[in-house]
């Protein structure tokens, strides 16, 4: 069974910073590409970070020098580490897997992160 496995969020107020991450179990780790996406209430879900063919990491604009993801294979897992927090960085995080050669692409169930003083 594929898990995705998020955890890391919580309550921090702004400025401050958090580390989430994302174990994964069931699948061939070094298959995938690992990404974050966030939704806000009321909005979109949107790409905040992932990883790239290239090897260099792939930012919306808006976390750009703040975040940071980054992946342990051995542990089977992704983190991204956020740090400089906004109130506008409130959101519910997710990761993706998403396959390198066609093979399904698999979501985690989220965790919360609130940014207020």
């Known amino acids: 069974q594929v898990q995705l496995a998020e955890s890391g969020g919580g309550l921090v107020q702004p400025g401050g910073s958090l580390k989430l991450s994302c174990a994964v179990s069931?699948?061939?780790?070094?298959?995938?590409?690992m990404a974050w996406y966030r939704q806000a209430p009321g909005k979109q879900r949107e790409l905040v970070a992932t990883?790239?063919?290239?090897?260099?990491?792939n930012y919306t604009d808006s976390v750009k020098g703040r975040f940071t993801i980054s992946r342990d294979n051995p542990k089977n897992t992704v983190y991204l580490q956020m740090n400089s927090l906004k109130p506008e960085d409130t959101a519910v995080y997710y990761c993706?897997?998403?396959?390198?050669?066609?093979?399904?692409?698999?979501w985690g169930q989220g965790t919360q992160v609130t940014v207020s003083s």
């Open positions: 069931g699948i061939v780790f070094s298959l995938y590409r």
């Open positions: 990883e790239s063919r290239s090897g260099i990491p």
């Open positions: 993706k897997g998403e396959s390198t050669i066609g093979l399904p692409t698999y």
